[in-house]
Protein backbone atom coordinates (compact mmCIF):
# COMPACT_ATOMS: atom_id res chain seq x y z
CA UNK A 1 0.00 0.00 0.00
CA UNK A 2 0.89 3.64 -0.66
CA UNK A 3 2.74 5.14 2.26
CA UNK A 4 4.30 8.27 3.00
CA UNK A 5 6.26 8.71 6.35
CA UNK A 6 7.60 11.69 7.37
CA UNK A 7 10.41 12.78 9.84
CA UNK A 8 9.48 13.74 13.54
CA UNK A 9 8.56 17.08 15.04
CA UNK A 10 10.87 19.83 15.20
CA UNK A 11 11.74 22.98 17.75
CA UNK A 12 13.68 25.23 15.77
CA UNK A 13 14.38 28.39 17.64
CA UNK A 14 13.50 31.98 15.11
CA UNK A 15 16.82 32.53 12.27
CA UNK A 16 17.80 28.77 11.85
CA UNK A 17 16.43 26.06 9.21
CA UNK A 18 14.70 23.05 9.53
CA UNK A 19 14.86 19.84 6.95
CA UNK A 20 11.45 17.26 6.92
CA UNK A 21 12.18 14.30 5.34
CA UNK A 22 8.84 12.33 3.22
CA UNK A 23 9.99 8.64 2.57
CA UNK A 24 7.96 6.99 -0.29
CA UNK A 25 6.57 3.07 -0.26
CA UNK A 26 4.27 1.24 -2.09
CA UNK A 27 4.81 2.50 -5.54
CA UNK A 28 6.89 3.86 -7.90
CA UNK A 29 8.34 7.18 -6.26
CA UNK A 30 9.34 8.32 -10.26
CA UNK A 31 6.26 8.03 -11.50
CA UNK A 32 4.67 11.02 -9.48
CA UNK A 33 5.61 14.30 -7.74
CA UNK A 34 5.94 15.51 -4.24
CA UNK A 35 3.76 18.38 -3.50
CA UNK A 36 4.46 20.05 0.70
CA UNK A 37 1.40 21.33 2.31
CA UNK A 38 1.19 23.22 5.68
CA UNK A 39 -1.06 24.25 8.54
CA UNK A 40 -0.42 26.46 11.43
CA UNK A 41 -2.18 26.00 14.15
CA UNK A 42 -5.97 26.10 14.29
CA UNK A 43 -5.66 27.21 10.30
CA UNK A 44 -6.17 26.27 7.26
CA UNK A 45 -4.43 24.11 4.28
CA UNK A 46 -1.40 26.09 2.86
CA UNK A 47 0.40 25.17 -0.55
CA UNK A 48 4.16 25.09 -0.38
CA UNK A 49 5.60 23.58 -3.53
CA UNK A 50 5.88 20.99 -5.61
CA UNK A 51 8.71 18.76 -6.59
CA UNK A 52 8.45 16.33 -10.18
CA UNK A 53 8.69 13.30 -10.54
CA UNK A 54 12.04 12.98 -12.71
CA UNK A 55 14.15 16.27 -13.63
CA UNK A 56 13.62 17.56 -9.84
CA UNK A 57 11.78 20.32 -11.24
CA UNK A 58 10.30 22.77 -8.56
CA UNK A 59 7.44 25.05 -8.56
CA UNK A 60 7.57 27.24 -5.34
CA UNK A 61 4.30 29.59 -4.08
CA UNK A 62 5.65 33.26 -4.70
CA UNK A 63 5.47 33.40 -0.30
CA UNK A 64 8.29 30.83 -0.01
CA UNK A 65 10.27 31.77 -3.27
CA UNK A 66 13.65 32.50 -1.60
CA UNK A 67 13.58 30.38 1.41
CA UNK A 68 12.58 27.07 0.74
CA UNK A 69 14.46 24.29 -1.11
CA UNK A 70 12.39 21.20 -2.17
CA UNK A 71 14.39 17.93 -3.21
CA UNK A 72 14.36 14.07 -3.84
CA UNK A 73 16.00 11.28 -3.59
CA UNK A 74 15.30 8.39 -5.95
CA UNK A 75 17.45 5.90 -4.65
CA UNK A 76 16.13 6.04 -1.29
CA UNK A 77 12.28 7.54 -2.66
CA UNK A 78 12.85 10.30 -0.28
CA UNK A 79 11.56 13.83 -0.56
CA UNK A 80 12.77 16.46 1.59
CA UNK A 81 11.76 20.16 2.17
CA UNK A 82 14.35 22.71 3.86
CA UNK A 83 12.49 26.17 5.16
CA UNK A 84 15.09 28.49 6.10
CA UNK A 85 15.44 31.85 8.23
CA UNK A 86 12.41 30.54 10.65
CA UNK A 87 9.88 32.62 12.07
CA UNK A 88 7.25 32.16 14.54
CA UNK A 89 5.09 32.55 12.01
CA UNK A 90 6.36 29.33 10.19
CA UNK A 91 5.34 26.99 13.71
CA UNK A 92 2.78 25.00 11.49
CA UNK A 93 2.34 20.92 10.65
CA UNK A 94 3.73 20.35 7.13
CA UNK A 95 2.61 17.50 5.32
CA UNK A 96 3.96 15.72 2.01
CA UNK A 97 1.70 14.40 -0.39
CA UNK A 98 1.75 12.59 -3.19
CA UNK A 99 0.74 14.22 -6.47
CA UNK A 100 -0.27 13.13 -9.93
CA UNK A 101 0.88 16.33 -11.50
CA UNK A 102 2.66 19.42 -11.98
CA UNK A 103 0.96 20.35 -9.31
CA UNK A 104 -2.75 18.37 -9.82
CA UNK A 105 -4.05 16.17 -6.97
CA UNK A 106 -2.59 15.20 -3.82
CA UNK A 107 -3.84 11.54 -3.48
CA UNK A 108 -1.80 10.21 -0.55
CA UNK A 109 -0.54 12.37 2.59
CA UNK A 110 1.98 11.69 5.04
CA UNK A 111 1.42 11.74 8.80
CA UNK A 112 2.67 15.34 9.04
CA UNK A 113 5.81 16.78 11.12
CA UNK A 114 5.23 19.51 13.87
CA UNK A 115 7.48 22.20 13.41
CA UNK A 116 7.62 24.58 16.23
CA UNK A 117 9.66 27.80 16.13
CA UNK A 118 10.15 29.17 19.65
CA UNK A 119 12.99 31.46 21.07
CA UNK B 1 -2.31 35.93 -8.11
CA UNK B 2 -5.11 33.74 -8.07
CA UNK B 3 -7.89 34.49 -5.07
CA UNK B 4 -10.21 31.31 -4.01
CA UNK B 5 -13.31 32.05 -1.85
CA UNK B 6 -15.54 29.58 -0.09
CA UNK B 7 -18.91 29.86 1.17
CA UNK B 8 -20.04 29.41 3.79
CA UNK B 9 -17.26 29.06 5.88
CA UNK B 10 -19.53 27.26 8.27
CA UNK B 11 -22.34 25.12 8.71
CA UNK B 12 -24.85 23.14 10.88
CA UNK B 13 -27.20 21.02 9.14
CA UNK B 14 -29.03 17.26 10.47
CA UNK B 15 -28.07 13.87 9.66
CA UNK B 16 -29.60 13.44 6.11
CA UNK B 17 -29.81 16.81 5.33
CA UNK B 18 -28.55 18.06 1.26
CA UNK B 19 -25.78 20.51 1.90
CA UNK B 20 -23.98 22.34 -0.66
CA UNK B 21 -20.58 24.07 -0.28
CA UNK B 22 -19.61 26.64 -3.07
CA UNK B 23 -15.78 27.55 -4.58
CA UNK B 24 -15.15 30.88 -6.47
CA UNK B 25 -12.00 31.62 -8.08
CA UNK B 26 -11.03 35.06 -8.88
CA UNK B 27 -10.38 34.29 -12.43
CA UNK B 28 -10.89 31.28 -15.19
CA UNK B 29 -9.10 28.09 -13.83
CA UNK B 30 -10.52 26.06 -16.11
CA UNK B 31 -12.34 22.82 -13.90
CA UNK B 32 -8.54 22.43 -12.49
CA UNK B 33 -10.15 22.21 -8.70
CA UNK B 34 -10.47 19.43 -6.30
CA UNK B 35 -11.93 18.71 -3.26
CA UNK B 36 -10.51 17.65 0.22
CA UNK B 37 -12.07 16.67 3.59
CA UNK B 38 -10.04 17.23 6.51
CA UNK B 39 -11.24 15.52 9.83
CA UNK B 40 -9.61 17.16 13.06
CA UNK B 41 -6.34 15.85 13.59
CA UNK B 42 -6.41 14.03 10.62
CA UNK B 43 -4.25 14.52 6.95
CA UNK B 44 -6.66 15.79 3.95
CA UNK B 45 -7.93 13.24 2.02
CA UNK B 46 -8.59 13.87 -1.49
CA UNK B 47 -12.68 13.30 -2.60
CA UNK B 48 -13.58 14.79 -5.64
CA UNK B 49 -11.10 15.91 -8.71
CA UNK B 50 -11.32 18.12 -11.92
CA UNK B 51 -14.23 19.94 -10.49
CA UNK B 52 -16.73 16.79 -10.83
CA UNK B 53 -14.66 13.43 -11.01
CA UNK B 54 -15.32 11.22 -7.65
CA UNK B 55 -12.16 9.74 -6.55
CA UNK B 56 -12.03 5.92 -6.02
CA UNK B 57 -13.31 4.56 -3.06
CA UNK B 58 -15.23 7.78 -2.03
CA UNK B 59 -19.41 7.16 -1.42
CA UNK B 60 -21.36 8.61 -3.59
CA UNK B 61 -23.27 10.81 -1.66
CA UNK B 62 -20.49 13.09 -2.61
CA UNK B 63 -20.13 14.88 -5.52
CA UNK B 64 -19.04 18.02 -7.44
CA UNK B 65 -20.31 20.14 -10.03
CA UNK B 66 -19.75 23.70 -11.96
CA UNK B 67 -22.11 25.91 -11.95
CA UNK B 68 -20.89 29.15 -14.39
CA UNK B 69 -18.26 30.20 -12.68
CA UNK B 70 -18.44 28.61 -9.76
CA UNK B 71 -17.79 24.91 -8.17
CA UNK B 72 -20.02 23.16 -6.09
CA UNK B 73 -19.63 20.09 -3.74
CA UNK B 74 -22.06 18.46 -2.48
CA UNK B 75 -23.42 15.89 0.13
CA UNK B 76 -26.57 14.41 -1.06
CA UNK B 77 -27.58 12.69 2.50
CA UNK B 78 -25.32 13.93 5.37
CA UNK B 79 -23.53 11.53 7.75
CA UNK B 80 -22.46 11.64 11.30
CA UNK B 81 -18.75 10.50 9.57
CA UNK B 82 -18.70 13.56 7.49
CA UNK B 83 -18.09 16.09 9.99
CA UNK B 84 -15.21 17.64 9.07
CA UNK B 85 -13.41 20.89 7.07
CA UNK B 86 -13.53 20.56 3.90
CA UNK B 87 -11.05 22.56 1.20
CA UNK B 88 -11.21 23.20 -2.55
CA UNK B 89 -8.62 23.62 -4.01
CA UNK B 90 -7.14 25.18 -7.33
CA UNK B 91 -3.97 23.98 -9.93
CA UNK B 92 -4.72 26.00 -13.00
CA UNK B 93 -2.02 28.70 -11.41
CA UNK B 94 0.54 26.47 -9.07
CA UNK B 95 -1.80 25.70 -6.51
CA UNK B 96 -4.31 27.18 -3.89
CA UNK B 97 -6.18 26.19 -1.40
CA UNK B 98 -9.72 27.70 -0.57
CA UNK B 99 -10.10 28.59 3.18
CA UNK B 100 -11.84 26.15 4.32
CA UNK B 101 -15.99 25.56 4.85
CA UNK B 102 -16.59 23.75 8.63
CA UNK B 103 -19.47 20.68 8.13
CA UNK B 104 -20.81 20.07 11.43
CA UNK B 105 -24.13 18.13 12.73
CA UNK B 106 -26.95 20.26 14.43
Known amino acids: QVQLVQSGAEVKKPGASVRVSCKAS????????VTWVRQAPGQGLEWMGW????????KYAQKFRGRVAMTADTSTSTAYMELRRLTSDDTALYYC????????????WGQGTLVTVSS | DIQMTQSPSSLSASVGDRVTITCQAS??????LNWYQQKPGKAPKLLIY???NLEAGVPSRFSGNISGADYTFTISSLQPDDVATYYC????????FGPGTKVDIK
Open chain 1, 97 to 108: ARDRGRPSQFDY
Open chain 1, 26 to 33: GYTFTNFG
Open chain 1, 51 to 58: IGKDNGDT
Open chain 2, 27 to 32: QDIRNC
Open chain 2, 50 to 52: DAS
Open chain 2, 89 to 96: QQYDNLSL
